[in-house]
C-alpha cells in the first residue's frame, strides 16, 4: 500500500522556537495533503489543506501564521509551527491522497513545547 | 451538538464475542464514512469505508449504514486482544478536495479481555 512519511516523530523545543514537520508521499504523487491535530484523548481536528503550488486553505479558528504551510511539490508537504508556546504541544498528523482519492496517514508528530 | 458523536467508553468485550460500536453524525450532506483504528500515540489506520446505506462486510468487520437515520456502526466478529485500541467515526462531503476533509468522533475505546 501506499507509504506517507512524516518526520520526526517526536520533537521537544522551547517556547518561542520553530518546528518544521514534514510529510511526503513516498510511491505516489499528492496533489492534496492535509495536515490534522490531536491533543491527549480527544480526536483528530482538521487544521488545513494543502494544495500543491498554491497557498494551503485554513480550517476556521487556525492562525495561518503560525502554522505556515508549504507544499512545494507533489511528494513534500511542510508544517512549521512558528514561535511555539505550550499549548502547541500537540500530535500533529499529516495525511496523502493518492488518485483514487484513498487517503493515507503518516505516522505522526508528538511536539512538546517547554 | 457534536458533528460526529460516539459513545467514549470504554467498551469491554470478552475475546471471541462481537463488538458493536455506534457513531452518529449530523450533517446529511456528509456521503463517506470510514472507521479507523488507532493505538495510542500511533496515526489512525482505516479498517472500513462505507458510501451506502446498508452493509459492508470484510472479514470480521461489518460496517453499516444508515443515512435515513445518519447512523454508522461498526461490528467486530471474534474480537480478539488486538483489536483493543481506539476506533474512530469519520465522515466526510464528496466533491473537490473535500474527500480528504475529515470531521472525525472522539472515539470509542475498546478493550478485549482475554
Known amino acids: 500500500g501506499a507509504v506517507v512519511s512524516q518526520h520526526p516523530s517526536r520533537v521537544i523545543c522551547k517556547s518561542g522556537t520553530s518546528v518544521k514537520i514534514e510529510c511526503r508521499s513516498l510511491?505516489?504523487?499528492?496533489?492534496?495533503m492535509f495536515w490534522y491535530r490531536q491533543f491527549p484523548k480527544q480526536s483528530l481536528m482538521l487544521m488545513a489543506t494543502?494544495?500543491?503550488?498554491?497557498?494551503?486553505?485554513?480550517e476556521q479558528g487556525v492562525e495561518k501564521d503560525k502554522f505556515l504551510i508549504n507544499h512545494a511539490s507533489l511528494t513534500l508537504s511542510t508544517l512549521t509551527v512558528t514561535s511555539a508556546h505550550p499549548e502547541d504541544s500537540s500530535f500533529y498528523i499529516c495525511s496523502a491522497g493518492d488518485t483514487g482519492r484513498r487517503l493515507f496517514f503518516g505516522s505522526g508528530t508528538q511536539l512538546s513545547v517547554l | 451538538q457534536k458533528e460526529v458523536e460516539q459513545n467514549s467508553g470504554p467498551l469491554s468485550v470478552p475475546e471471541g464475542a462481537i463488538a458493536s460500536l455506534n457513531c452518529t453524525y449530523s450533517?446529511?450532506?456528509?456521503?463517506?464514512f470510514f472507521w479507523y483504528r488507532q493505538y495510542s500515540g500511533k496515526s489512525p489506520e482505516l479498517i472500513m469505508s462505507?458510501?451506502?446505506?446498508g452493509d459492508k462486510e470484510d472479514g470480521r468487520f461489518t460496517a453499516q449504514l444508515n443515512k435515513a437515520s445518519q447512523y454508522v456502526s461498526l461490528l467486530i466478529r471474534d474480537s480478539q486482544p488486538s483489536d483493543s485500541a481506539t476506533y474512530l467515526c469519520?465522515?466526510?462531503?464528496?466533491?473537490?478536495?473535500?474527500?480528504?476533509?475529515?470531521?472525525f468522533g472522539q472515539g470509542t475505546i475498546l478493550t478485549v479481555h482475554p
Open positions: 494543502s494544495n500543491e503550488g498554491s497557498k494551503a486553505t485554513y
Open positions: 450533517d446529511r450532506g456528509s456521503q463517506s
Open positions: 462505507i458510501y451506502s446505506n
Open positions: 510511491d505516489f504523487q499528492a496533489t492534496t
Open positions: 469519520a465522515v466526510t462531503k464528496a466533491g473537490g478536495t473535500s474527500y480528504g476533509k475529515l470531521t
